[in-house]
């Protein structure tokens, strides 16, 4: 089978998404890069993640033709492999509905920077794509255009979209966000935030990068 070792991955990090919450039955999409074949591989569209097999994963190039798999990619393939031939450092994208993010892709109000292990990990901001109909290509381009270098996106109406150098990185981002915008919602419900500044949010990657981890 082709890329096995990858798709497992694939379908072991949308089954951390549905565990975690980040999903729901057979809602969002999981895909990783091979860096050595560069090519995708994609859950297929609405089935549930709790059976999904190996050969049941979708490996296509990334303009979308399908390289191996008899199943139907998932709906958001277009916007997976946009994110892929715009930004070559990202090898994993988690497309996900979890809660909180939702509920802030719903609203007017931008996104307040209020945890510090976000600004670190993600950057000063966390822009809203404008609403497009889903499986569109008018809704890969606005998402993957409002995500620019960033790595992760709120989608309005929608949910998240977020990257990462591996697709295990692109899950923990996704948890980040989901985590921050609980986080933003119980701080908005007390008072008025206070929001880290795009210098601090700086400051705080600099200082990661140079000291978080073994």
Request: proline share 5%; charged share 20%.
């Given at each position: ?61 990334t303009q979308q033709i399908v390289i191996d798999g008899s199943r139907k990619p998932s709906i958001e393939s277009g ?136």
């Open positions: 089978m082709l890329l096995e070792e990858q798709r497992k991955q694939v379908i072991d990090i949308a089954r951390q998404a549905l565990q975690s919450g980040l999903i729901m039955r057979t809602m969002g999409n999981f895909s990783m890069r091979d860096s050595k074949t560069g090519y995708v591989c994609i859950t297929p569209s609405g089935m549930d993640y709790s059976v999904v097999r190996p050969e049941d994963i979708v490996v296509m190039d916007m997976h492999c946009l994110a892929y031939q715009e930004r070559p450092d990202v090898l994993g994208v988690c497309h996900t509905h979890s809660c909180f993010a939702t509920a802030w892709a719903c609203v007017e109000e931008p996104f307040p920077l209020v945890l510090a292990e976000m600004a670190a990990v993600l950057g000063e901001k966390l822009e809203t794509a404008p609403f497009f109909p889903m499986g569109s290509e008018e809704l890969a381009e606005a998402t993957i255009q409002t995500l620019g270098i960033q790595n992760a996106v709120l989608m309005s109406n929608h949910g998240q979209l977020t990257v990462g150098p591996t697709l295990d990185k692109a899950l923990a981002n996704a948890q980040l966000v989901e985590e921050a915008a609980k986080i933003a919602c119980y701080a908005v419900s007390i008072g008025k935030p206070k929001a880290i500044s795009p210098g601090q949010a700086n400051l705080l990657q600099q200082w990661i990068s140079e000291n978080y981890g073994q």
